[in-house]
């Protein structure tokens, strides 16, 4: 077996755990730095919107030996105003500038093809309005709004709405984060942006999804039981998926680097960056959440249940009576078998993994030295009677 499957076996087993929900205060102060920032970029410098919000006027000149600034200054001589120049490619400038009439467009059309060097018919012109860019932000918007609602209704009916409420966090996590990276970086928000956002919510929400699966069926009748807790319970589930998420993350991840490396640095395809940044920094993000955040705030609800605090009553008490039974036996040791959560628990390894409480299986205390029998007489003296 591979070292990476031996891991996995290790994880799912509960032979070896790191204790996410036990040490959800760490990874919220974490989330909570990022989305300072985020918010900080977001009131700051705000979201560098491209036409299709704003509405505006943008010129692309292919296959010109010109330079930017050259543009720039022809651009000007047209008649515009403070114009945004960029380069795209090796050869290709685009001029954005705000909305004109058509009469305009076509005069800055054949200033530009005369001081650029190229033909008037190559120019491409795209010429929109601030009403149209209003309608594609608001369409923009609702199509969000419908995807949270949607999603939220689903998880309610399939686990309940505690988990519901905990996938929404986790999401809301990532949109914040990815729009604030983009405006803290003022990158440009493009229509191509917003399906981008959109693809990596519904990642994180897989990726959530996987793992609420396997702590509905770890926790499952739980409540009849004194073994385990909840949070112990939800905890072994994301130690039993999290090869899954990190690999499935991986792959998602390689692609859309090559996209960013190849497409956008080395082909220099600027409608690339638009969506393969939406897609680096959320599926990151959506990473980060279904572990670190998901999880941890269901389990931080789920535990709130009345029922759930009897359990953890229920349980602590079992463990306090096994460790005082040990004690009075004269046990020298914290157990033989092998636990999951043994700092977390606080007696030792003698309950045995979570795992083994769960079904019941974990290796009996043991209270010291088996003591063999003694014979009364031995073969010999057998036969001499």
């Known amino acids: 077996m591979s070292r990476l499957g031996t891991i996995a076996h290790q994880l799912y087993s509960g032979e070896v755990s790191y204790d996410f929900v036990g040490k959800r205060r760490r990874w919220y102060a974490v989330s909570a730095v990022f989305l300072v920032l985020a918010l900080v970029g977001l009131l700051g410098r705000g979201l560098n919107t491209g036409i299709e919000f704003q509405g505006g006027s ?3 000149v292919p296959n010109t030996t010109a330079t930017v600034e050259q543009a720039r200054t022809s651009a000007e001589a047209a008649g515009l105003t403070d114009p945004v120049v960029t380069q795209v490619g090796g050869d290709t ?10 009469a305009e467009s076509a005069e800055v059309t054949a200033q530009l093809a005369d001081d650029l060097g190229v033909p008037s018919s190559t120019i491409g012109v795209q010429l929109v309005g601030p009403s149209w860019g209003a309608d594609i932000t608001q369409r923009a918007l ?11 209704i689903f998880l309610a009916f399939y686990f309940e709405w505690r988990l519901a409420v905990a996938a929404l966090i986790a999401l809301l996590h990532d949109l914040l984060i990815t729009i604030g990276i983009y405006a ?4 440009e928000v493009t229509p191509a942006t917003v399906i981008g956002v959109l693809t990596i919510l519904g990642f994180s929400l897989y990726d959530t999804v996987v793992v609420f ?61 638009d969506l393969s940044l939406a ?17 941890p705030v269901a389990a931080q609800l789920q535990e709130r249940r009345p029922e759930m605090k009897a359990l953890a009553a229920r349980v602590a008490a079992r463990r306090s009576g096994q460790e005082g039974r040990a004690r009075r036996k004269g046990s020298s040791s914290a157990g033989a078998t092998t636990t999951l959560v043994a700092d977390e628990i606080g007696d030792g390894a003698e309950h045995g993994t979570i795992a083994e409480q769960m079904s019941g299986t974990a290796a009996p205390v043991q209270s010291g030295p088996r003591a063999q029998p003694k014979r009364n007489q031995t073969r010999s003296q057998r036969k001499k009677r």
């Open 58 to 60: 943008e010129f692309v």
């Open 93 to 102: 400038i685009r001029i954005q500038s705000t909305p004109l009439t058509p």
């Open 142 to 152: 609702q199509g969000l709004v419908a995807f949270l609602v949607l999603v939220t």
């Open 184 to 187: 803290l970086t003022g990158f």
């Open 213 to 273: 699966d396997k702590v509905k069926e770890n926790t499952r009748g739980i409540t009849a039981s004194n073994r385990v807790t909840y949070s112990e319970a939800a905890n072994l589930a994301l130690n039993q998926t999290l090869v899954r998420s990190i690999n499935t993350s991986i792959v998602a991840l390689l692609p859309v680097a090559a996209i960013l490396i190849i497409g956008v640095g080395l082909l220099g395809a600027g409608t690339l960056k």
């Open 279 to 295: 897609l680096f920094i959320g599926t990151a993000a959506g990473t980060y959440s279904s572990i670190f955040i998901a999880t």
